[in-house]
């Protein structure tokens, strides 16, 4: 196997990621001790001894096409270790935020999302872009009606559309980004000629997604393994409420779904199981700031966002059924909320469900893994 | 000529060469020494830099001098209390521990056949015991034995008493506090290895067969525990391979943040030296950065040379312990992008040196413990490690240098 080596150098990229908070890489020595203190890395070419010296000198191509960044789920425990202060862990961190931003598909994009000073603009947008399809839905002022309905605020079919035809362009833009990062996971780490078949290598991923047990061999933080496992499922189970709610108003059934209905009720779990994981991970990363495992921007913004469709859209549940006005205005900043999370997730760090998985897709193609 | 009185603090290779240089040109030296004999960590090398000689020839010399010297007087047992006045006119409170056994002893030995109580050898950085009532070792300086007060029942047995001829054991002896007025003070405290035991990953304490460089000399040393056979804790047996960990705890911001300076070519020496005595063993050095400064590099050539000393560019970061003893080090071989585990009969972590200086308002240490010789006012001074980590003959050099400073101090 005879991979491409890039050497050119890109102080640029150094500098970038300095900020996005490898600010310590510089002290690296070399010592290696954070591959062999690593549950999670390959016996062969291990990380993130090697990320942290490309990282050093700026060697752009090397890292973005590096499938091991998305490999590391930042225990810390090479940060512990590390006799310098250098904090691998964190570095690998900027390398997949900077890596985000660079297969931004458009770039303004990217750094809309990436850079705090945006942040009233990014909120902005989803705010105008709800508005005017309320104008056009004719819909802009509160209803009247004495029971609380969130449909005669928002029509489905025009939230459903509008929302649907935006998510759309998203994942055009999404798999350009994922296409571009392919491409480099193949410069650097070519397939071999015989590789593992298709599905050899993606039930092992799905595996891996569905049950967290390489992220569960960081033995640093196991609380957080378990916070994520209960983020990731909280997710799929609203995602999977959203759609059955979808379907129901699609085929003209019963609409809101009663509390005991199978969609509401795996909804109910699902925000339940999101809040506590959710929770839990806030108050870690608010916590430890500072000493290791900082959290930048976009590790605080991405929670935040969550936090914020999954509290809102319990208490527009409760404040709908309690016929309360206010439901209007909590489910406004819930669906400003919802288009953020969604319309931005290529740009912001939900993007790393699409890059982990393909890095981890590649690793196993490739017997990486 | 203006005779000086000189306090030298310490009484390790440093301390006697600084007391012997001031005291050969006619100034007078009380030498303190918190031991029970003189010699510090040189009496318990193997073979030491840069002629790879063993301790005792370089020692002998030096007990004899000092033996001759009128002008030296020694104090072992005792402790720095404080330093009060001037440059030129101190005054120096010191402590000595109560001297059981005086210098009636021989040296017989009966004492300790009688003895119940055991303790472990610090001499030997606990790898034998001994029993309470001791020789610190066959050279001891002064040669007479002594008795660990920390474990010794004392009159409650008393059997050595009973057992000694000479009625060298007085029991009813008490701490002494004395006064000296001094010209000038030389600290030569020296070092002590840094506790192996905070380095968790590296399981010094709770896998038997993972040893310190300090202990790898006293095997390797002919008086040692196994008069030279390189032998491991677990089943004495000989290990069929050895692993080196360079900067155990050294050069690392959460131990030691500086480097020893003596620790690569002391791996080197161990490594040479064992495949010496066991011509099919194999050693391993896992390094950072192998250091063999000016015609030490000789040194890391000869290691080179052999084909069964294995240098490894990477940290040892995990070592696991099979059943039968032995153990796995895990490390990152940089050069070649690829973790090694390699099974080996005993580890030896190179673990760095600590300063020992005293608690004392005129001595001034810097941000890692060392003295601080700008800070410090003139007419006290440094000698050897405790200004810095330093190999034998640097240190002489050094304190050849403060006995001067001392006199004109």
């Given at each position: 196997?005879?991979?491409?080596?890039?050497?050119?150098?890109?102080?640029?990229?150094?500098?970038?990621?300095?900020?996005?908070?490898?600010?310590?890489?510089?002290?690296?020595?070399?010592?290696?001790?954070?591959?062999?203190?690593?549950?999670?890395?390959?016996?062969?070419?291990?990380?993130?001894?090697?990320?942290?010296?490309?990282?050093?000198?700026?060697?752009?191509?090397?890292?973005?096409?590096?499938?091991?960044?998305?490999?590391?789920?930042?225990?810390?425990?090479?940060?512990?270790?590390?006799?310098?202060?250098?904090?691998?862990?964190?570095?690998?961190?900027?390398?997949?935020?900077?890596?985000?931003?660079?297969?931004?598909?458009?770039?303004?994009?990217?750094?809309?999302?990436?850079?705090?000073?945006?942040?009233?603009?990014?909120?902005?947008?989803?705010?105008?872009?709800?508005?005017?399809?309320?104008?056009?839905?004719?819909?802009?002022?509160?209803?009247?009606?004495?029971?609380?309905?969130?449909?005669?605020?928002?029509?489905?079919?025009?939230?459903?559309?509008?929302?649907?035809?935006?998510?759309?362009?998203?994942?055009?833009?999404?798999?350009?980004?994922?296409?571009?990062?392919?491409?480099?996971?193949?410069?650097?780490?070519?397939?071999?000629?015989?590789?593992?078949?298709?599905?050899?290598?993606?039930?092992?991923?799905?595996?891996?997604?569905?049950?967290?047990?390489?992220?569960?061999?960081c033995t640093a933080h196991d609380h957080r393994y378990l916070a994520h496992l209960g983020v990731?499922?909280?997710?799929?189970?609203?995602?999977?409420?959203?759609?059955?709610?979808?379907?129901?108003?699609?085929?003209?059934?019963?609409?809101?779904?009663?509390?005991?209905?199978?969609?509401?009720?795996?909804?109910?779990?699902?925000?339940?199981?999101?809040?506590?994981?959710?929770?839990?991970?806030?108050?870690?990363?608010?916590?430890?700031?500072?000493?290791?495992?900082?959290?930048?921007?976009?590790?605080?913004?991405?929670?935040?966002?969550?936090?914020?469709?999954?509290?809102?859209?319990?208490?527009?549940?409760?404040?709908?059924?309690?016929?309360?006005?206010?439901?209007?205005?909590?489910?406004?900043?819930?669906?400003?909320?919802?288009?953020?999370?969604?319309?931005?997730?290529?740009?912001?760090?939900?993007?790393?469900?699409?890059?982990?998985?393909?890095?981890?897709?590649?690793?196993?193609?490739?017997?990486?893994? | 000529?203006?005779?000086?009185?000189?306090?030298?603090?310490?009484?390790?290779?440093s301390g006697i060469t600084t007391a012997i240089e001031a005291a050969e040109v006619g100034h007078?030296?009380?030498?303190?020494?918190?031991?029970?004999?003189?010699?510090?960590?040189?009496?318990?090398?193997?073979?030491?830099?840069?002629?790879?000689?063993?301790?005792?020839?370089?020692?002998?010399?030096?007990?004899?001098?000092?033996?001759?010297?009128?002008?030296?007087?020694?104090?072992?047992?005792?402790?720095?209390?404080?330093?009060?006045?001037?440059?030129?006119?101190?005054?120096?409170?010191?402590?000595?521990?109560?001297?059981?056994?005086?210098?009636?002893?021989?040296?017989?030995?009966?004492?300790?056949?009688?003895?119940?109580?055991?303790?472990?050898?610090?001499?030997?950085?606990?790898?034998?015991?001994?029993?309470?009532?001791?020789?610190?070792?066959?050279?001891?300086?002064?040669?007479?034995?002594?008795?660990?007060?920390?474990?010794?029942?004392?009159?409650?047995?008393?059997?050595?008493?009973?057992?000694?001829?000479?009625?060298?054991?007085?029991?009813?002896?008490?701490?002494?506090?004395?006064?000296?007025?001094?010209?000038?003070?030389?600290?030569?405290?020296?070092?002590?290895?840094?506790?192996?035991?905070?380095?968790?990953?590296?399981?010094?304490?709770?896998?038997?067969?993972?040893?310190?460089?300090?202990?790898?000399?006293?095997?390797?040393?002919?008086?040692?525990?196994?008069?030279?056979?390189?032998?491991?804790?677990?089943?004495?047996?000989?290990?069929?391979?050895?692993?080196?960990?360079?900067?155990?705890?050294?050069?690392?911001?959460?131990?030691?943040?500086?480097?020893?300076?003596?620790?690569?070519?002391?791996?080197?020496?161990?490594a040479l030296e064992y495949r010496e005595r066991n011509p099919q063993g194999k050693a391993f050095?896992?390094?950072?950065?192998?250091?063999?400064?000016?015609?030490?590099?000789?040194?890391?050539?000869?290691?080179?040379?052999?084909?069964?000393?294995?240098?490894?560019?990477?940290?040892?970061?995990?070592?696991?312990?099979?059943?039968?003893?032995?153990?796995?080090?895990?490390?990152?071989?940089?050069?070649?992008?690829?973790?090694?585990?390699?099974?080996?009969?005993?580890?030896?972590?190179?673990?760095?040196?600590?300063?020992?200086?005293?608690?004392?308002?005129?001595?001034?240490?810097?941000?890692?413990?060392?003295?601080?010789?700008?800070?410090?006012?003139?007419?006290?001074?440094?000698?050897?490690?405790?200004?810095?980590?330093?190999?034998?003959?640097?240190?002489?050099?050094?304190?050849?240098?403060?006995?001067?400073?001392?006199?004109?101090?």
């Amino acid at each position: 196997m005879s991979a491409h080596v890039p050497t050119s150098v890109d102080p640029v990229f150094l500098t970038e990621l300095l900020k996005a908070g490898g600010e310590n890489l510089k002290k690296c020595y070399q010592c290696a001790t954070c591959s062999t203190v690593c549950t999670l890395t390959p016996d062969h070419r291990p990380f993130p001894r090697k990320e942290m010296l490309w990282a050093s000198w700026g060697q752009r191509e090397r890292l973005l096409g590096d499938p091991d960044i998305w490999l590391c789920h930042q225990c810390g425990d090479c940060s512990v270790y590390c006799p310098r202060g250098a904090d691998p862990a964190e570095t690998l961190a900027a390398i997949r935020e900077v890596s985000i931003r660079h297969y931004a598909v458009p770039s303004f994009l990217g750094r809309l999302v990436a850079e705090p000073r945006f942040l009233p603009l990014a909120l902005a947008i989803p705010v105008v872009f709800i508005l005017a399809v309320l104008a056009l839905a004719g819909t802009l002022t509160l209803p009247k009606s004495e029971i609380v309905r969130l449909a005669d605020f928002f029509p489905h079919a025009w939230l459903n559309g509008s929302f649907s035809l935006v998510f759309l362009a998203t994942c055009g833009f999404a798999l350009l980004g994922a296409s571009r990062f392919w491409r480099d996971l193949q410069r650097n780490w070519p397939v071999p000629g015989t590789p593992r078949g298709l599905f050899e290598s993606l039930l092992p991923v799905v595996n891996e997604i569905i049950t967290h047990d390489r992220f569960s061999k960081c033995t640093a933080h196991d609380h957080r393994y378990l916070a994520h496992l209960g983020v990731f499922w909280g997710f799929i189970c609203l995602l999977l409420a959203t759609v059955v709610a979808i379907l129901v108003i699609l085929l003209g059934g019963d609409y809101p779904m009663p509390l005991y209905h199978p969609g509401k009720l795996l909804g109910n779990v699902g925000m339940v199981l999101l809040l506590s994981g959710g929770y839990v991970l806030l108050k870690e990363r608010l916590s430890t700031a500072g000493k290791t495992s900082r959290s930048t921007y976009q590790d605080l913004l991405f929670l935040s966002i969550l936090l914020t469709v999954t509290v809102t859209g319990g208490l527009v549940q409760v404040t709908r059924m309690a016929n309360s006005q206010s439901a209007y205005y909590l489910y406004f900043i819930h669906l400003v909320a919802v288009f953020y999370l969604l319309m931005y997730l290529p740009y912001s760090k939900f993007a790393h469900v699409l890059y982990r998985t393909l890095a981890l897709f590649h690793a196993r193609r490739t017997g990486r893994l | 000529m203006d005779k000086k009185t000189i306090l030298v603090v310490g009484a390790g290779i440093s301390g006697i060469t600084t007391a012997i240089e001031a005291a050969e040109v006619g100034h007078e030296v009380v030498l303190v020494e918190r031991l029970p004999y003189l010699g510090g960590r040189v009496a318990q090398l193997g073979r030491y830099f840069p002629k790879l000689c063993p301790p005792y020839c370089g020692l002998e010399i030096n007990f004899r001098r000092i033996k001759n010297n009128p002008r030296v007087q020694v104090h072992t047992s005792t402790e720095l209390v404080s330093i009060r006045g001037d440059r030129g006119a101190y005054t120096v409170e010191l402590l000595q521990k109560p001297q059981y056994v005086n210098d009636r002893c021989t040296a017989c030995g009966a004492c300790v056949e009688v003895c119940p109580v055991t303790r472990d050898d610090d001499f030997n950085y606990g790898l034998t015991t001994t029993k309470a009532i001791y020789l610190p070792h066959e050279m001891a300086y002064p040669y007479r034995y002594a008795i660990d007060t920390s474990v010794c029942m004392k009159l409650e047995c008393k059997k050595c008493v009973d057992a000694c001829a000479y009625r060298a054991i007085d029991f009813s002896r008490q701490d002494q506090r004395f006064e000296v007025k001094v010209h000038s003070v030389v600290l030569a405290t020296g070092w002590t290895p840094y506790d192996a035991t905070k380095i968790e990953n590296l399981r010094y304490g709770s896998y038997r067969n993972v040893i310190t460089n300090v202990q790898m000399e006293r095997l390797l040393a002919a008086n040692g525990p196994h008069q030279g056979l390189i032998l491991r804790p677990s089943d004495a047996k000989a290990p069929e391979s050895i692993a080196f960990v360079q900067c155990a705890g050294s050069r690392d911001d959460n131990h030691l943040p500086y480097c020893s300076t003596v620790c690569c070519l002391a791996s080197m020496k161990h490594a040479l030296e064992y495949r010496e005595r066991n011509p099919q063993g194999k050693a391993f050095i896992f390094y950072i950065d192998l250091r063999a400064m000016g015609r030490n590099e000789d040194v890391l050539s000869r290691v080179k040379a052999d084909e069964n000393i294995v240098l490894i560019k990477g940290k040892v970061a995990r070592i696991d312990e099979e059943p039968c003893g032995s153990l796995v080090v895990e490390a990152e071989d940089i050069l070649s992008g690829l973790k090694r585990k390699e099974k080996v009969g005993m580890v030896v972590l190179a673990t760095g040196m600590t300063p020992n200086l005293p608690a004392l308002d005129k001595v001034v240490v810097d941000e890692f413990g060392f003295f601080n010789a700008e800070a410090v006012e003139e007419g006290i001074f440094a000698a050897g490690c405790d200004k810095a980590p330093l190999d034998v003959s640097s240190a002489l050099k050094d304190a050849t240098g403060m006995a001067l400073k001392a006199i004109q101090g």
